[in-house]
């Protein structure tokens, strides 16, 4: 079974463009998380989604949105991008039977000039 | 509110010594528990996990973790290190019932020496 995608691997970015990033969840798996991962702050949770609907939402700013389509693809958006949004950004997926058990992706790494 | 502790950011052991990283975590509801590790431009992968039950967990590549509710720790120990063990290391918690969002600690970064 093919584990978790994300596209693109990298991305270079200049301060207020927006940007998409893509993640492709393990087959049968409807549930999917960000986390966004700096060397300053760690690992933190941006956002989950299970069927279309976002169930959870971490503190980051309005900036940063996502969604998640019917084949359980998702997509986060940052828009206005600012130096600070420099970061590798996981996405992670899971069954949601509520073991909390998720399996990540090797991230994007966005850089932000 | 939940939150995780990671004592020691960087643990340096022996190539066959015991690994011993650290883990305090805080939650007002019963939690999951994780540890997760990466390897450098990689995901994260999970080693092991605790939801209920045995409070002695084995994972992959040697380790095991102890839930002791009393401490409110969850240290990840491997008898022997060996040099493909090198990577960072990540406790997690979740909330029972609750999301799947995931709370990590700061992360220890593990050298193992020849």
């Known amino acids: 079974k093919a584990g978790v995608t994300q596209t693109p691997r990298y991305l270079i970015k200049t301060r207020g463009q927006q940007v998409t990033l893509s993640c492709s969840p393990i087959s049968g798996h409807r549930s999917v998380s960000w986390y966004q991962q700096t060397p300053g702050q760690g690992l933190q949770f941006l956002f989950e989604y299970f069927s279309e609907t976002q169930r959870n939402k971490g503190n980051f700013p309005g900036r940063f949105s996502g969604r998640q389509f019917s084949n359980s693809r998702s997509e986060m958006n940052v828009s206005t991008l600012e130096l600070g949004d420099s970061a590798l950004y996981l996405c992670?997926?899971?069954?949601?039977?509520?073991?909390?058990?998720?399996?990540f992706g090797p991230g994007t790494r966005l850089t932000v000039t | 509110a939940q939150s995780v502790t990671q004592l020691g950011s960087h643990v340096s052991v022996s190539e066959g010594a015991l690994v011993l990283l650290r883990c305090n975590y805080s939650s007002s509801v019963p939690p999951y528990l994780f540890w997760y590790v990466q390897y450098p431009n990689q995901g994260l992968q999970l080693l092991l996990k605790y939801t209920t039950g045995a409070t002695l967990v084995k994972g992959i590549n040697g380790f095991e973790a102890e839930f002791k509710k009393s401490e409110t720790s969850f240290h990840l120990t491997k008898p022997s290190a060996h040099m493909s063990d090198a990577a960072e290391y990540f406790c997690?918690?979740?909330?029972?019932?609750?999301?799947?969002?995931?709370?990590f600690g700061k992360g220890t970064k593990l050298t193992v020496n020849p």
């Open positions: 997690a918690v979740s909330a029972q019932g609750g999301s799947e969002k995931l709370v």
């Open positions: 992670a997926s899971s069954l949601r039977t509520g073991g909390g058990e998720q399996y």
